[in-house]
């Protein structure tokens, strides 16, 4: 059984509604892959239109493609970036141990990032008791607290608009934050569709149109009904905090619509940032014009053909240290 480190792995990311899912599954049936959900609120049973599942994409032209980590979890249950490196680090195992590809995609920078990189952390999951004491603090006083704690990466990356975020932030600070422990994927492939910032947001607004039209509000208030509060709800993301504040009479069908376009929009640029800010730190990322499927073809073909020439080298080169030592 291969380790973590040695795996290939392709990578799908880039901003939302970049075509990701799209690409991913047109990539897995050319080259016999598997899926990985990179995605932090995709885990959460009940949550389709509102974290954009894309599930037709999966079955569509064809036999389905098999993806991991979608739907593992009550949206009532803490789903935390521990928990993701252990169940993704696990998913990439089997997928390998089945001679498949396996390929992560997904646009959460943060989790994307840990599993790349090797990190987990150096605690456990969350101390309910400490949670329950947090949650109960001011916004101001948290966001004091994780000023204090937190190292100024940690503090640079956390949403402070979010109790529930900034909470969670404190908790990863006084448990060592993130190390190292030698589980980095090596030479991964990493591929982004890119568009042009005026059709990227024309994409954005269809796409937000469509969910709206399918029932994203609907859904929102199934969630409520089934038992999810309206802070909860807020938690959970974009489209569940501005639909919930319609629903709550809180704002209008225009003004719930105009404040999310505007709020994806926002969230789209802070993505960008921090895939530039892997670039930066040394990650290859190949942009792909509007999510070029042929020149993505191209690009996993060359490089699952370089992967398959290293191993073969160091095979000959593993013979001829074993010949010449026999000789001696």
């Known amino acids: 059984m291969k380790r973590l480190s040695e795996l290939r792995c392709l990578v799908i990311t880039g901003v939302t509604a970049s075509g990701k899912t799209r690409l991913a599954v047109h990539l897995a049936r050319k080259f016999q892959g598997e899926i990985l959900s990179a995605d932090s609120r995709q885990v959460y049973r009940g949550l389709d239109l509102g974290t954009g599942k894309d599930r037709d994409e999966y079955s569509s032209a064809g036999e389905a493609v098999p993806v991991h980590l979608l739907d593992i979890v009550d949206p009532g249950e803490e789903f ?31 989790y ?5 990189d090797g990190y987990d952390l150096s605690g456990s999951a969350p101390e309910p008791e400490q949670r329950l004491h947090l949650e109960q603090l001011p916004l101001p006083e948290l966001i004091e607290l994780l000023r204090k ?12 608009t979010q109790v529930r975020r900034v909470v969670r932030a404190i908790e990863i600070a006084r448990t060592g934050e993130l190390c190292e422990p030698g589980a980095a994927l090596q030479d991964p492939l990493i591929l982004a ?3 042009p910032r005026p059709l990227c947001h ?17 859904e929102v208030e199934q969630l409520h009904a089934n038992g999810l509060s309206w802070e909860k709800l807020d938690w959970l993301g974009l489209e569940y905090r ?26 789209c640029r802070r993505q960008d940032i921090w895939f530039r800010k892997m670039e930066r730190e040394g990650k290859v990322i190949h942009w792909l014009p509007e999510g070029d499927p042929l020149l993505a073809e191209q690009l996993t073909r060359d490089w699952l ?8 080298f160091a095979v000959r080169e593993s013979e001829i240290a074993k010949i010449l030592l026999k000789q001696e």
């Open 242 to 267: 501005y639909v919930a504040r319609f629903l709550k009479g809180e704002l209008s069908w225009p003004d719930m619509r105009q404040s999310l376009l505007v709020q994806i929009r926002h969230f």
């Open 80 to 110: 935390h970036l521990f928990r993701f490196l252990a169940e993704a680090r696990r998913s990439l195992m089997d997928i390998a141990s089945r001679n498949k590809l396996p390929i992560i995609a997904g646009g959460s920078p943060l």
């Open 202 to 218: 024309q994409r954005i607004e269809k796409r937000l149109d469509e969910r709206l039209n399918q029932g994203l509000v609907a």
């Open 149 to 160: 704690e937190a190292s100024p990466a940690l503090f640079a990356r956390t949403d402070l």
């Open 193 to 195: 569709p890119k568009y």
């Open 112 to 116: 994307l990032q840990a599993l790349l």
């Open 305 to 312: 053909c370089r992967e398959q020439g290293a191993r073969a």
